[in-house]
């Protein structure tokens, strides 16, 4: 709440404000210094007073102020004033323990998806679980303020549907077992690769990273007429299409064939098309819109597209998760026919204008007056990827998408800095799959980078990190196979090397047909279970079975497992999904039976074991779980 003045007013006369983390409903870290930050006029003295302490500052020649809270003992509906020249006042403010959630679409999932939805969401009054979402950007440079506003909400059945389910069932988890109140600061994107969320200085003394990094900068750094012209170019030379000028209003496309949008091309006409593919409509401009701005809204386009209304370029957008919607300058919009003529380009899965939002034209300044664009548009391939030869570097590091270094740092955690938290919580490594040997350093350089972005001590102390692994996914493999899934899972697990890390396993709760498992309600409450035991000292089991050391005794292998109290199966039957390494070098089937705690291995087809494996597949069939209902930790004794 803003006392005074209005935001419009603040903005015209430069009086004091806070940066936008800084809201109603806000939960400032417990026992931990806090800054609060800002800006005002330059000169301007600004007081900061919370509970019974008062900080003050003089902004610098930019108006920047900042000031450091002394730590404070976790409380609720904590007094939060800021005096300069006006006075601001936050209302419902608390003090107790921040997590940053992050990582791709398991994190991003959120809780209207989960199973039984609708029970969860009407049951989620927890006055004392404050939840704030960070909006979605790329950006080339740390940026210091996010792309929109952002505000703290109070956990309701308003409020919880879409905000991350891993991160809410993470939260009420410890609220309610603590009492304390928790701040869940939701930052993730679907489909993205870790390296996207380290920072510049952390990539930079990478080898693998260094050249992709600094592309990323040099593609951010160049202007967007340069980049217009240098794809125009490109297209030009190698897309029949746009050689043909099928941009063109005068273009005959009666040949075309028809499709109904918005989908997919592989759902609708073109199976295993990756390439280039233009889409026509022709739509009649009532009379009253001449002369007027328009907004052509066209939804997700995967990956990329050129959009032409009467021939002329009116935007591009390379990323497939971003909306489309384009403005028609009013100069060009005329009464009559006019044509819509969409260049897509799809480098590999679906393809085309494949989300699932309405296409539409309209004004610009009445939204509600609009033409429907759903239904058929005429269509033609042009090319096929293969045949395109390399991208411009525009397009083949996706310029403007998520998935390069650094950028998600650079616009959804560098603004957050230093705003005090606790930890994170980390769901991500689907994107990364098929670098599992990278992210055995990549993963521990995310968290040092985080911790030292933050000031953080390096034994984690005082910044938690807590990782999910991956759940099981794909199809069931009845014989030991080589996985990515599990090379990454075993990343994953070694990752817990590093001081003050935790995770929570979902080696048992996944879903073998969707990538996206709806039980998060699990995924949430193991994660709290790491912090109950570390941050918190309760006496509670955080882990499953884990690998203790290996004694080969003739032709049979004896696993030792920690956290193996009351060791059992699920199902009452034998151990499932271990496999044996023989002389040979290959991997074959053990038959298992636990002995106190351990599991002793044996196969008539290894009468000389060299290595043991659990759980090693994309998607493990497992029953071995210990009395606190974890599942085994998947591992391999051979070397990585």
């Known amino acids: 709440m803003i006392g005074v003045a209005t935001i419009g007013a603040l903005d015209a006369r430069a009086d004091v404000r806070l940066d936008s983390l800084f809201t109603d409903n806000m939960v400032l870290q417990r026992e931990k210094p806090v800054p609060v930050w800002g800006t005002a006029k330059p000169g301007e003295r600004v007081t900061v007073s919370v509970a019974q302490q008062k900080q003050s500052a003089v902004t610098d020649a930019n108006g920047a102020w900042k000031v450091t809270l002394k730590a404070m003992p976790g409380a609720q509906k904590v007094p939060f004033e800021v005096r300069g020249d006006n006075r601001i006042e936050l209302q419902n403010v608390a003090v107790g323990d921040v997590f940053i959630c992050s990582g791709q679409s398991n994190m991003e999932f959120n809780v209207s998806g ?9 049951a989620a009054n927890f006055p004392n679980v404050r939840l704030l979402t960070v ?16 505000q703290w909400d109070v956990c309701s059945p308003k409020t919880v549907s879409a905000f991350s389910a891993v991160g809410y069932f993470f939260g009420r988890e410890l609220n309610q077992r603590t009492g304390i109140p928790i701040g869940l600061i939701h930052a993730s994107w679907g489909g993205t690769v870790a390296e ?11 080898d693998d ?11 951010f750094n160049t202007p967007k007429a340069e980049i217009m012209a240098q794809q125009n170019t490109w297209f030009a030379d190698h897309d029949p299409g746009s050689k043909a000028d099928w941009q063109n209003a005068e273009f005959d496309d009666s040949s075309w064939k028809t499709m109904t949008l918005p989908a997919s091309w592989e759902n609708a006409g073109m199976p295993d098309f990756d390439g280039i593919t233009w889409f026509r409509k022709t739509v009649e401009i009532p009379a009253a819109w001449a002369g007027k701005d328009l907004t052509l809204s066209l939804g997700s386009i995967d990956d990329s597209d050129t959009t032409f209304f009467n021939g002329e370029q009116i935007g591009d957008t390379v990323g497939w998760l971003d909306l489309r919607n384009y403005t028609i300058p009013a100069n060009k919009v005329k009464a009559g026919n006019a044509t819509i003529a969409v260049r897509v380009l799809d480098t590999g899965g679906l393809g085309g204008l494949a989300g699932n939002d309405t296409l539409s034209l309209s004004l610009k300044d009445n939204a509600t007056q609009k033409i429907d664009l759903s239904g058929q548009w005429n269509y033609q391939p042009s090319t096929t990827f293969k045949e395109l030869g390399p991208l411009p570097i525009s397009l083949s590091t996706d310029r403007g998408g998520p998935n390069q270094p650094t950028v998600l740092y650079n616009g959804m955690i560098g603004p957050l800095e230093p705003f005090a938290v606790r930890g994170a919580i980390w769901y991500q490594g689907e994107s990364n799959a098929d670098r599992a040997q990278q992210y055995r350093t990549l993963l521990p350089d995310l968290i040092h980078d985080w ?9 984690g102390s005082d910044f938690a990190f807590y990782i999910v692994q991956l759940a099981n996914f794909m199809a069931r493999k009845d014989q030991p196979v080589e996985s990515g899934w599990a090379e990454l899972r075993d990343a994953q697990y070694n990752t817990l090397r590093v001081p003050g890390t935790g995770m929570a396993s979902a080696i048992d709760i996944g879903d073998g047909g969707d990538i996206h498992p709806r039980n998060k309600q699990d995924v ?4 709290a279970l790491n912090a109950l035991a570390k941050i918190y000292g309760q006496k509670v089991e955080y882990t499953g079975p884990s690998f203790g050391s290996l004694k080969i005794e003739g032709n049979t292998a004896r696993v030792n497992l920690t956290h193996a109290g009351g060791f059992k199966t699920s199902d009452g039957g034998a151990p499932r999904t271990f496999a044996l390494q023989g002389a040979d070098g290959k991997w074959y089937a053990a038959t298992a039976r636990i002995e106190g705690s351990s599991v002793l291995l044996s196969s008539d087809a290894v009468p000389a074991p060299k290595a043991v494996r659990y759980a090693w597949a994309n998607n493990p069939d497992v029953n071995l779980f210990n009395s606190a209902g974890l599942p085994a930790n998947p591992f391999r004794t051979d070397a990585p």
């Open 114 to 122: 989960v199973n039984n939805a609708a029970n969860e969401i009407a």
């Open 135 to 150: 909006p979605r950007t790329v950006k080339g440079t740390r940026q210091t303020s996010f792309v929109a506003p952002v």
């Open 196 to 206: 996207a969320w380290v920072s510049r200085d952390t990539m930079l003394k990478r």
């Open 209 to 219: 990273f260094k050249a992709a990094t600094l592309k990323t900068e040099q593609i």
């Open 451 to 459: 911790r030292t972005r933050w000031n953080a001590k390096a034994d």
């Open 524 to 527: 949430g409450k193991r994660l």
